[in-house]
């Protein structure tokens, strides 16, 4: 039934699933050698079911998943600032698995543990202390990328 | 202690109480055979914990319960509908267990994969991609509703 | 300087953007004669902020306008169906706008006072009587929408 | 038509209703000359909007509004403890009219401004300073409330 | 007896409200002759309840608004990233009040509206279109800080 | 690394940081005897946190955390209501850890079950049934503190 429901996609949202399909291979591969349990169980988890919400082929919900890459692209604000945005939004938002996206990507993108923690000021601040244990989380995650546990 | 609680309960909070526990005594016997073990261990920790909350005999959450079933019942809008309002709901509010618990019901009024995508992409638009990760638990528990691991 | 950026703009975005204009001195010349000022007032404002948000060109904004609009098309669901799935979103997340525009897309797909009601319980059950002064502010719009005040 | 709706109503629910206007009507005209206008305006705007949706006669909301009564009730706590519970829940889920209300049950109770700013506090550190908006028309509310503009 | 209060605060409170005062003063007489009345009525509701709450000389809120300053000070990360954070935060969890804070404090920083609308996309995507109507406002806002209406 | 933030922290920060450390080494001793897992596996990751997140030394967050505490000392109104108050922003913000911190705190306090339950049944009326599955987990905790499973 998925095979059926594959062949009859458009070309582009085809293209993306395989994308989708390919990289989350490619990351696995590639972070398996430096990255701890945590960091890869969420990889490997969002991958596999973001292939299977994808290869439904909603046109709004595969439009939005685009839409959201888009996002964070470099534009009037480069791409820290903006993974530094996402982040503070999913920490005020109290959302343990979006945290952990934006944290991987403020890794990626060079930011240091001292502007990371500045980040989570803002957000504890805002939010209030409930957003705490969510903090406490968000450490231990960041300590996993960081390789310093 | 709990004895001498439920001995001094008027007759209809007792009934009450009786008929969740052999309901979700069959429930298990019931399931058991066609359902995952994801869907399993959320049942029965739910049923189990409703049971004690009954027990207590705090008048107003009795009859919140007992509402919150009502609720759902068929009236001027079908069985179906509700239950989808509910899972909608439950999604921009982003609880799991609540999603979980439409869900089964949703299943049981039979509505289609495609239709439950369209009430996710509902969802996903008017709460933000922050409903993402418990839009790809839901895909998860939806999927060992079917059977179609 | 607006004038510079709408010039720039790719056509479909510069379509989209005309469409808005003109729908919504449709839609208040239209509206004018048979509605109340609350529901007058609300639409024009809406509109002229709209206009001003998509003249503005950033691609992230006007892509999800545009998918809010394609989200309550007819699919495996009805747009009645949507309409009220929107409606109840809306209201456990207590944005009073959002409520009223859902009110007026339920009211246009001939939803009778009786099952808005039931999609109100299901808010208020869901969301807790934290929902109820939206809820009164709900009732007050939808008087005014049925022209029975 | 209303009437009609109202004539069909069973016995309970419509003694609900008539207590409600009554109510609202003595309320009205008791507080009317020691209090500002922003506290008479709400009580007035919340009196008429209540009594529409009682009259509506939904089985569910009209249960919800009176199991809502019945969970201030003193218990095992006091009154005045529960409407404190209710205000700092009302402040941090950042509902003004739900804020309103408690502070008008908190004065009813003798609450002095001092209990009340402890209250704040909770909610402003539990919250975050999100509540801060929401604290600052408490105030203001809480200084009508007490006659000492 | 207010007086007394003030009276019997400690010297680093009563400075702290004094500050408060006079900025409030200097603010409103600095930015009445460029600005609009939109953004001077919130400045001076904004700064006359700060007063009134900083004088009730809770220890636990004057310390929160006190380090609510500090959060956006130059750190690691410089003011302008920061109270690009606020504004974000601000805007998914839906705060007007919050949102027009943040929106002087990044005019002041000198961030573009370019810049600004990179933020705005940011806040829509994660917190979905239920932040439209926040958005709209802050347009609004925004328009009248620029002295563009 | 983490020895060189250690030294270069002033004379405050440190002495609370050791605190915390101590605290947490006494707490688990103490508690380990007398407590379920589930509740020793929470205070120790809580422990653990907190103490790393301290070692950072961001001012801000320092003070929030010490700030925190001073929320629930005795003041106009006793420990005993202000533990209530948090337990009850806790549950109606669905945040199942802080939860879990504060029914630590009221048991200390001695509130007895027909009590939480009373708080429990605010936090279920104003947040609604949404609340229900935070409500479940909560009961499970307060029975292990209980020593009651």
């Known amino acids: 039934m998925l095979r059926a429901k594959v062949e009859k996609k458009p070309a582009a949202e085809s293209y993306l699933l395989r994308f989708a399909f390919i990289d989350s291979i490619i ?37 939005l998943f685009n839409l959201d890459t888009n996002t964070y692209a470099s534009g009037a604000l480069p791409v820290k600032t903006k993974e530094m945005l996402g982040l503070v939004a999913s920490m005020v938002l ?3 698995d979006c945290i952990r996206y ?14 990371i923690y500045e980040v989570f ?29």
């Open 121 to 149: 000021a803002v957000a504890n601040i805002v939010g209030g202390t409930i957003v705490i244990p969510h903090f406490r989380r968000a450490v231990e995650y960041w300590e996993e990328l960081s390789g310093a546990t």
């Open 27 to 63: 990351l696995s591969a590639h972070k398996k050698i430096s990255m701890s349990d945590l960091v890869n169980e969420f990889n490997e988890y969002r991958g596999k079911m973001n292939e299977k919400i994808l290869a439904q082929n909603n046109k709004v919900i595969n439009r």
């Open 102 to 115: 934006h944290l991987g990507k403020c890794k990626d993108e060079g930011i240091t543990t001292e502007e």
């Open 94 to 96: 109290r959302c343990d």
